[in-house]
């Protein structure tokens, strides 16, 4: 007999010592929170970010050193009918009076009138770190709340970068707590209606938690050598408990089936170990290969969740071979107590006729047009998948602009009638220079004409105040100038005036000028780069998941043709992903079913990061369910009924699983941002249609139509191909019954 595979030696020594497998995760987890909490997260800098010329913009503004002090306004405007300048300009004055009186207030301007008389603007420069601005503009907020009890005839509001920032925190923290929140007792829930016992739900939900655990302190580690972001703890969160969750389920319900047909608690732990722990191993490396993908992005923020995520599916691998085996032989029996007695009975492991697990009839029901009717199926199911793709055709890229937020808060609306009234304190371009202190003036004088020329073109909003707003840095390299526009960031006339800008403009007036650097940046520029860039980086990042995936498949299964056949159907339920979301989000029919304004874009980063994840987690499902099939082969069932073995074996479970992802997914949707509907959607819509119409038809069709040469590999794969064994079992009748 040869050495046995590594998971069934781990499981094995995990349940013969329990105690000490589960001591030794649980100071694993500990040592990483702890280490990880004490090291301290290094996060990425505007320089790490840099992407395109918006990122040679922002470089060339670092260099300056400028001080940036935080900046708010009291905004002054009429609530009906003309404004009264006089009630107004005694209104600025009182509530300068009242915010020179405030800590944190390090100077009030002078009132600034619009263009058309309807708004009176007092401009506040805050003192202090401005990264913690928000956290410090309630004073100045309540002093304005004052001003507006004072003068009840008019319209006084705060408003500026720290009170919108403040107010999304607020609403965006609420959103994240009810969906963290809810996640944990849904997951729950699902898991109780798919084991029918509290226990056997829990554990699972217990491992994931620990390995989002680990996965936290280990990624604050690894942000030293990988700068971290704002959303790689929600990705680590997400990612974790979905694998986490996925893992479990496949392991215990194995371990609860070999139990039904009569096996030791320890050799249903290993026959668990052999089959699911090493779907769990193959999974976790697809997954693993397809989040290694976004380091190749060369993007600060997919770099930091590629290690976040990366870190956490590898936690979760090595705790369903380690700790969960050691759980399983302690609770033995235990696991199914205590029943929820409905719940229970249709729940339970049963066996049927030669020993083989009973199956319910449901899915050889569902799975009789793919067995009877193969070709004919599989043309159906793929016309329908194609169809549904096919929207992604015409997918637009665009970053979420300040007409996105929800405009459910104050400080929102306070701010379309700023920028209502004072254009230029909208969407706004930076022309960013460089340039040997000895040209200087030579550049302030070109910036100065450059300014005067954009205010001439509609495209451009007028200068207000003072004119052109030209920074320059205390050594005189560096100049800034901003030129507004009166457009939203992501409409066509935006656009238009940044390519004008950096095609046009900004060449003509800096053209001679010897030793100069510039670049036009801002929120437009920001949004037509990264697109470009992510572009530009998809068939790369794709290449690099596809062709490792189809290795590592190959590999494992020892056929060129699952591995390709794992491929396009992966392929083809992420081009279906693709085109729901621009059905959906491309247009304005759903709007009013999920709470959104379409912004007739999918988000810039979306694709990118849905095309990895789906694609790991697809094959999560797809290991898992071929898996059994080759179980099938291998024990000399025909390939057809090998089919029906693998995918009425794996239906419940893979069910389970998708049901738990779908709603986890779900609650992102239900979120105030379009990004995070949009990832929510995509991914819960995504994971659906793979565990149904993908793992219930489109595989078996295809399975049976290839037959034997499924397993089709050159000579130096099939030669590591164990062989079947002497005496296979016969098939069951429920799987004649299939077909």
Known sequence: MGRRPVTVRLARWSAEHPWRAIALWVVFVAVCFVGGSAAGMTEATSADQATGE??????????????????????????????????????????????????????????????????????????????????????LRDATAKVQEAHPALRIEEVGGPSINKALDDTLGRDFMRAELLSLPVTLAILIIAFGALIAAGVPVLLALSSVAAAMGLSTLASHLVPANDTTGSVILLIGMAVGVDYSLFYVRRERE???????????????????GHA?????????????????????????????????????VIGSLTVLPALLAKLGRWVDRPRVPLLWRLTAPRTGRHGQPARPRFWPAVLKPALRAPRTTLIVSVGLLLALAAPALGMKLKFPGMEDVPRTTPAMQAYDRLTAAFPSNGTSHMVAVRAPAQQ????????????????????????????????????????????????????????????????????????????????????????????????????????????????????????????????????????????????????????????????????????????VVLFGLSMDYHVFVVSRIREGVRDGLPNRDAVAYGITSSAGVVTSAAIVMVGVFSIFATLSTIDMKQLGIGLAAA???????????VLPSLMTLLGDANWWAPRFLRARTAAPPADPPAATPELVGAH
Request: charged fraction near 20%; aromatic fraction near 6%; avoid cysteine.
């Open 54 to 139: 918006f990122g040679r913009a922002e470089l060339i503004v670092d260099s300056g050193g400028f001080h940036e002090p935080a900046t708010e306004n009291v905004l002054i405007t009429s609530r009906s009918g003309t404004l009264d300048q006089a009630a107004a300009k005694a209104a600025a004055d009182d509530a300068a009076a009242r915010l020179r009186q405030v800590d944190g207030v390090a100077s009030v301007g002078a009132p600034v009138p619009s263009q058309d008389g309807s708004a009176l603007l007092l401009p506040i420069t805050m003192s202090g770190d401005p990264t913690t601005a928000s956290d410090r503009v309630q004073p």
């Open 258 to 276: 070999e139990r039904a047909k009569g096996r030791s608690g320890l050799d249903a732990v290993e026959i668990a170990a052999e089959t699911s």
């Open 280 to 316: 769990v191993v193959v999974s976790g490396t697809a997954v693993i290969i397809s989040m290694a993908g976004l380091l190749l992005a060369q993007d600060a923020i997919f770099s930091s969740l590629a290690v976040g995520s990366i870190l956490v599916v590898a936690v979760a």
């Open 440 to 611: 200087a003036d030579r550049v302030h004088a070109a910036l100065t004409d450059l300014a005067g020329r954009a205010a001439a073109d509609p495209l451009f909003a007028p200068a207000e105040g003072d004119g052109a707003k030209i920074k320059v840095s205390a050594d005189h390299r560096v100049s800034v100038l901003e030129v507004a526009t009166p457009y939203a960031s992501r409409t066509e006339e935006a656009t238009r005036s940044l390519h004008k800008l950096r095609e046009d403009l900004v060449p003509a007036a800096l053209r001679g000028i010897p030793g100069i650097e510039y670049a036009v940046g801002g929120g437009v520029a920001a949004n037509e780069d990264y697109a470009q860039h992510i572009r530009e980086k998809l068939p790369i990042v794709a290449a690099f998941v596809l062709a490792l995936t189809f290795l590592v498949m190959a590999w494992t299964f020892r056929s060129v043709v699952v591995a390709l056949t794992a491929i396009l159907l992966n392929l083809l339920s992420a081009g279906a992903a693709y085109g729901l979301l621009v059905l959906v989000f491309q247009g304005d029919w759903a709007e009013g079913l999920l709470g959104f304004t379409s912004m007739d874009a999918v988000v810039t980063w979306l694709p990118l990061f849905l095309f």
């Open 687 to 697: 994971i659906l249609l793979d565990a149904t119409i993908i793992r219930a038809v």
